[in-house]
Structures are given as C-alpha cells and as structure tokens.
C-alpha cells in the first residue's frame, strides 16, 4: 500500500494535483466553507480516518489573496490542514507553501510594529510538521527560524528558460530597487555570466506607500527583464518599467514568481509598456504561464 499522499490545498488545486502527478502519487482535496459569523470551516475531504493514520503526507498550499479568500483565510486554512491530518495520526507532515504570506514583513521601519514573518515561522514550529517547503520566500532568513528541515526552493531557473524560449536577444537585468539587486544578479546568471544588471533607485515614503524612482542608461534595442519576488500592486515595477522604455528598451518582460497583481496591478504594467507578464502557478491567475510542479517535486522525491 502506497506510505505517502498528498492533500491539495483549497489555493493551489492545479499545482497540488502537477505535484502529485510528478511523484505519482494519491491526492485528497479539500471541502471549505466560511460560516456566517466569518470564520473559517475545513475538512480534508475522506470518511474513512484511517486512510492518513501512519502515512506521509504532503500538503500543498499556497497563501497568497485570491477572489474569494485572503491571505489571513489561507493560512487558517494551512493550519487546519496540519491539524487534521496530526490529529488522524499522520507519521510524517511535509507542508508546501509555495507562496508564504507576510514573509515581507520581516523588518521593523516604525516604531510599533510586528515582525509577523516571524511570527508565522514559529506557529508552524508550534503545530508542528516534519518538513517545510517554500518558494523564493521574500526573506530567506526567516527560515532559519524553524525547527524542522526547511527549504526555500529557487525557481529563477525555470523563469529565465521561459524567457529565452521567447527569442529574448541583448538581454538587460533590472532590480526594481536596490532591495532587489542580490536576486537580479543571480537571475542574470541564468541568462549568462557577462549580462548587465542595472538597478533604479527608489524613495518610498513609509506613511503613504508614495514611490519616487530614477536611474538606468542608453538601453536602446536591449530587450529587458525586470525582476522581483512578488509584484503586488504593480507600482514600483510599473514606474521600472516606464523609466526602461523611455531610456530606449525593446522588449520588456515583467517577471515574479508570485504575480499577486492586486489592485489594477495588470493595468498598471500593462500600460507602463510591458510587453508580457510572467508569473508561476504559486499563485493561480492568468500570468501563472510557469509550473514550479518539476521543481518541488524534485525536492519531495
């Protein structure tokens, strides 16, 4: 009898079910409901108990906001999960969360704030589970928090193949901000040894969320990659992208492993003159044109 399945998380049913696909294995899905009084209702979708006491099991849930739940909803649902199959007797719990909420609040700017990201590591620590996957998480040091094995798995990879598959020539790497340097410079190895890596510079006022941005050179014919972890709203990559097509860029590309895109965020990139917006399927939308399914399942094997 098969020792191993996979529950798939009610935010991540197309990427559980490729995992699942990839390892060969069994998945149970999941039934959710939100009670009138707001809070959140799951069950892993079994009548039988026993079918998860003594195996390994697999969650796989992304936290990222979607149409109809957010982010606080996500989560919620992650840790019934963990409890549930604990409670049925589980003997391993490998989580997967391909996009962890909070993981950007892991600083302190104003006096009077959480370091949430924290926060959240150490509530998986005190549920508890066996192993702990997530992607290109926001602040990897965060990590070093948890109890059990932990994995930030990097999917530059897989997004720089999907560019160059696109015939991207006289390739530019932008950092949207200097907080973005470290990653665009390892994103540009993907591409080669000896490709540029330009960063603007950003003046964010930390009351109003206001962004000023400046800098890059004579890009005339380059086609440029601008990269970061998560586009949200879109405002910093939009201005990013405007400033690479007035200093002359040709194509430009829009690139995150977590396209949240809140807000009219695609009307912003869109508008701002991006040629294409590219996502993986850690968050499940339009831009999701990159499976990270190989990548975990790789891992998990």
Known sequence: MEKRLLIVGPASQILGVKIAQELGIETINTEIKTFPDGENYLRINIEDETIIANKEVIIVQSTGPSSNRDQNSRLIELFMMIDSVKRMGASRIIVVVPYLAYARQDKIFRPGESLFANVIIHILNMIGVDEFYAVDIHAPTIMNECLCKAINIDSMRILAEYIKAKGAQEIVVVAPDKGAVERSQAFAKYFGEK??????????????????????VNLKGKDIVITDDVIATGGTMAAAIRIAKQNGAN??????????????????????GADEIIGTDSIDNEVSKISLAKIIADYLK
């Open 195 to 216: 490709i540029p890596v330009e960063y603007l510079k950003k003046k964010r006022d930390v009351k109003t969320g206001e962004i000023e941005m400046s800098g890059l």
């Open 251 to 272: 194509r430009v590309f829009a690139v995150a492993t977590h396209a949240l895109l809140l807000d009219q965020a695609k009307y912003r990139l869109l508008n701002a």
